[in-house]
């Protein structure tokens, strides 16, 4: 196929081979680097979010335009972790792949999965602290403080089933973005790959466990800071808690279930293990 359509990029059956080889280094990764990694990519994902946050601020932009540009914008974040190199929680799900292939085993997806979700929550969390003491929520005249706590309000405030679904969908997408990813051999490829995929979470208004780790610390600093007055509701430890363990299982199933054990079963069950 793809001498037919000219395209040099990974075929999808490569691909699903090249994400369960990968999926063998990043379970054994050692912990300092992988908690590190972590980090970086909790900030990069942060800084995505940041970006969005800029683009709704603006009253001007009509609802679609500021989801779909904003989406756009925050694109930024998981190109960042792909390219520049960072252990995401969300688009780390695809490891399930190499445990469907009996590389490695379930206490080495779940440690991994431990060490990287709470290194992420330190990178977003962190940078969301950065941000405060900034000064940068207090730009157009204080409208990007303002959007941040809204945001948040907003996910705090959804009922659990919508909060697990849209962990479903957004990552459903976010792994879609790094499997294509995966069949690209330039940045450019990557970024394209990236784009479109991430854009449409955001734009349709999903749940990215991540994200929320970013934004919701960030509101609470900025009601608890007095930056942004609290006409309504706060932003509680409890709500961003409860936001967070929902929507990291709504995550997990979408990424794990419906992208990585999907393919798996198409491209990879019945052969012989990819190899470490």
């Known amino acids: ?20 080889q990968v999926g063998v280094a990043k379970a054994r990764l ?21 970006g969005f946050v ?7 932009l009509g609802f679609a335009t500021a989801q779909v540009l904003g989406g756009g914008v925050f694109a930024l974040g998981l190109l960042l972790v792909v390219v520049a190199g960072a252990e995401l929680f969300t688009g780390n799900n695809l490891i399930v792949m190499a ?5 490695v085993g379930t206490a080495e997806v779940l440690r991994h999965w431990a060490v990287v979700c709470a290194a992420n929550l330190v990178g977003a969390a962190g940078l969301a602290l950065l941000v405060y003491h900034s000064g940068h929520p207090a730009l157009n005249g204080g409208a990007v403080g303002q ?8 996910k705090q405030a959804l009922p659990w089933q919508e909060a697990l679904l849209r962990g479903v969908l957004c990552n459903l997408l976010v792994c879609m973005a790094v499997w294509m990813a995966m069949a690209g051999r330039s940045v450019a490829d990557k970024a394209v790959a990236i784009v ?4 449409a979470f955001v734009a349709a208004g999903f749940e990215h466990s991540i994200a929320n780790m970013y934004l919701m ?14 006409d ?28 990585g054990l999907t393919y798996h079963v198409i491209y990879r069950r019945g052969r012989p293990p990819a190899g470490p």
């Open 147 to 154: 959007t941040v706590v809204q945001i948040a309000l907003a």
């Open 1 to 20: 196929m793809t001498d037919i359509f000219g395209s040099d990029a990974y075929a999808p059956r490569e691909v699903a081979q090249r994400v369960a």
């Open 99 to 103: 445990w469907a292939d009996g590389l």
């Open 196 to 199: 479109f995929p991430v854009a």
């Open 30 to 50: 050692p912990l300092l680097p992988l908690a590190l990694l972590g980090v970086l990519a909790g900030a990069f994902i942060g800084l995505g979010a940041l």
């Open 217 to 230: 610390p960030l509101a609470w600093l900025l009601q608890h800071g007095g930056q942004v007055p609290v």
């Open 54 to 60: 800029l683009v709704k601020s603006d009253a001007t």
């Open 232 to 259: 309504t509701a706060w932003v509680t430890p409890a709500g961003m808690l409860g936001n967070w363990a929902v929507v990291i299982v709504g995550n997990v199933l979408g990424g794990s279930v419906l992208v």
